[in-house]
């Protein structure tokens, strides 16, 4: 028999093991987060009709060109793995009624999104996010809150020297004047842009500024700034935030560059990193957002202004253990159960039960039958408490507890071995 060797695809990885603790840490971290701040969790589908996504990220971004896994299905409708989670957790809004709700809505979201990007570091085609969106407001002290939230995750997680990097993109009016005047600075310079950005200058030239191209870089140095076009709303908007962020003493610095690739952004845009960002420059960006007022006119709905941002995941992982941040996990508390013997056995499995009833954690090597092999476990692990049930001990119904951080032990009658384990347990 030739034996077949099976892969994940192509930029999908498993999550497991110690990976799997590091996200469950992150989850934990934003969902006290969450808890603290009162957002709502939200679990949307994965996927998603793909006119959601053409209309809200838009047609000329590098999602929508490129990087929709897209499918079709028997009855011929257009899907997508859901690339990001705004418009999704937009579209459950305005679905679900959530405009007679108290406004802003708060709601947060944890799960895969889909890229058909080219794999390399930081980049994957399935990806963990977690987001936060505050929907049907358009105050910009929630502009302020939503980077406390975003800044405070990444500090929670133990990351230090956190920044907030920050830019205002206006509204359509004032981008009006700032495309205008982009293309005239760039008309003599477009052939010395990167292939993509001579792509942009036609069908999306606000992306040229966030282009990581060192060409393009040098040659934006000198280019027209967004800041300096922003209509007197917009400017005070700005403002507003910038003096919210100094109150709470919010470390950011404005960068003209940044402009976020997806088209419904407007006003206050954000990336959140460190000061010194080396690693970030091989991943990627950790965290991003911004205000998306624009959204509901791109979905053709009544006016609702909100604010989000979102953090991959796989790139937070990657710079807790560069960083080698400290899960610090709460010791594990509970017994563990060692048998020897096959009526043992059957008492183990019944003391399990009572013990899960009585809300104590158990660990087990249930289908070992040798004492070291699971007495070697119990130590892996680092249990305090084993109980052990020999032959005698499950013929006459009692049970060896033993304290492994004094070595002593005493024999107790199965029936009180729940109330003995808890006078111990804290
Ligand atoms: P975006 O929706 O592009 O702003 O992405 C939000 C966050 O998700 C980014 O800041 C990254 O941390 C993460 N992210 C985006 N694309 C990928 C990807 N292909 N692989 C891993 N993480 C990603």
Redesign the pocket.
Known sequence: MTKIKYQTVTGMHDVFGREQIFYDKVEEVARKIANFYSFQKISTPILEDQDLFIRSVGEGTD?VEKEMFTLKTKGKDLLVLRP?GTASVFRAYLENGMQSLPQPVKLWYYGPFF?Y?RPQA????Q?W?IGFELIGDASPVLDAETILIAYNLLKDLGFKKVVVNINSIGCEECRKDFKKALSSFLKNKKETLCSDCKRRAETNILRILDCKNPKCQQILNEAPQIVDYLCPDCKNHFKQVLEFLEEIEIPYKLDPFLV???DYYNRTVF?IGFEENKEEEAI?????GGRYDNLSKALKTDFVPAVGF???V???VSLMKLKEIELNLKKKQGVFIVQVGDLAKKKALRMMEELRKAKIDVFEAISKDSMKLQLTKANKLAINIVLIIGQQEALNNTVILKDMVTGKQSTVKQENIAKEIKKRIK
């Open positions: 999602i990001e890229r990007e930081g980049r994957y085609r990806f996010q976020r690739g997806l990336e990627g960006s950790l965290i991003g979102s953090m991959g796989e790139r937070v």
